[in-house]
Each structure stands twice: as structure tokens, then as C-alpha cells.
């Protein structure tokens, strides 16, 4: 187990949550919501709002994985390392997966916090936060 993720625990920035697997595909619900929208804001050309957009995406993405596997996160920093650990080492997830969802967690808050966002991160975030739905999906079933 990576230290980071222990710290997550150790600080209740990742705790058990039995009642997960059945809110899951909520998550997912949401988060296709997330992607269409940001779509529609993406060729609005208002790429800094589908960045916010694509990151919630994955982010409820992410989260319907976490869920699923009876845990809740605190912490957006502790959500990725807990894909990471849970999903990547134990599941085999692509790790190509979680470092995009790494990536959309650090556009968005360079797009909300310093108004620095493009329309090429924003692209790439499209096709990511697509595939990463997609993962989730089959991982829960829905």
C-alpha cells in the first residue's frame, strides 16, 4: 500500500462506506450528465467552464468506483490515490486512466483558481473523461 494512501486513511480522507455500491451508478448517472454538457460548452468554445466540467466528470466517475468498492472519499487529492490503489494495483485499470484523471484535477484548478486554461487541454480532456466513463461503467455494470 502507497504511503500516500495510508496518510488517506490514517486521516479519514478515505473511510468505509457501506452504503456505496447502491448510490454507484448515481455517480455515473452524474457524470455522463457532466460530459455531455461539457461537450456542449466545448464547442460553445467556452473551454474553461468544459474543463471544470470534464474534471467533475471524471471526478463522479471516479467516485461510482470508489463507491463500488465500499469507500468514500474526503479528499480529491486522497480520490485519485485511492483509484490508483484500489483500481490500478488491484484491477488492473490502465494506468493511463488515472493519470488523466491526475491531469483533469490539475486543469481544473489551474482553470478555476488561476484562469489558465486552453482549448487543446480541453480537448484532451474530452476523449479521457470519455474513456474513464466508459471504464466505470463496466467496472459497475451500468
Same mark, same amino acid.
Given at each position: 500500500?502507497?504511503?500516500?494512501?495510508?496518510?488517506?486513511?490514517?486521516?479519514?480522507?478515505?473511510?468505509?462506506?457501506?452504503?456505496?455500491?447502491?448510490?454507484?451508478?448515481?455517480?455515473?448517472?452524474?457524470?455522463?450528465?457532466? =460530459?455531455?454538457?461539457?461537450?456542449?460548452?466545448?464547442?460553445?468554445?467556452?473551454?474553461?467552464?468544459?474543463?471544470?466540467?470534464?474534471?467533475?466528470?471524471?471526478?463522479?466517475?471516479a467516485?461510482?468506483l =470508489?463507491?463500488?468498492?465500499?469507500?468514500?472519499?474526503?479528499?480529491?487529492?486522497?480520490?485519485?490515490?485511492?483509484?490508483?490503489?484500489?483500481y490500478?494495483?488491484?484491477?488492473?485499470?490502465?494506468?493511463?486512466?488515472?493519470?488523466?484523471?491526475?491531469?483533469?484535477?490539475?486543469?481544473?484548478?489551474?482553470?478555476?483558481?488561476?484562469?489558465?486554461?486552453?482549448?487543446?487541454?480541453?480537448?484532451? =480532456?474530452?476523449?479521457?473523461a470519455a474513456?474513464?466513463?466508459?471504464?466505470?461503467?463496466?467496472?459497475?455494470?451500468?
Amino acid at each position: 500500500m502507497a504511503i500516500e494512501y495510508r496518510e488517506c486513511i490514517k486521516n479519514r480522507k478515505i473511510t468505509e462506506f457501506a452504503n456505496g455500491k447502491d448510490i454507484a451508478p448515481k455517480e455515473i448517472i452524474t457524470a455522463e450528465k457532466d =460530459l455531455e454538457t461539457a461537450k456542449i460548452s466545448a464547442e460553445a468554445k467556452n473551454y474553461k467552464w468544459a474543463t471544470v466540467q470534464l474534471y467533475y466528470s471524471m471526478f463522479h466517475s471516479a467516485r461510482a468506483l =470508489l463507491y463500488a468498492a465500499g469507500f468514500r472519499e474526503h479528499s480529491h487529492a486522497c480520490l485519485v490515490l485511492a483509484i490508483r490503489e484500489l483500481y490500478c494495483l488491484k484491477e488492473k485499470m490502465p494506468v493511463v486512466l488515472v493519470e488523466a484523471l491526475q491531469q483533469a484535477k490539475t486543469l481544473r484548478e489551474e482553470a478555476d483558481y488561476y484562469d489558465r486554461w486552453s482549448e487543446t487541454g480541453c480537448n484532451r =480532456l474530452i476523449q479521457s473523461a470519455a474513456d474513464f466513463l466508459g471504464y466505470a461503467k463496466g467496472k459497475i455494470g451500468v
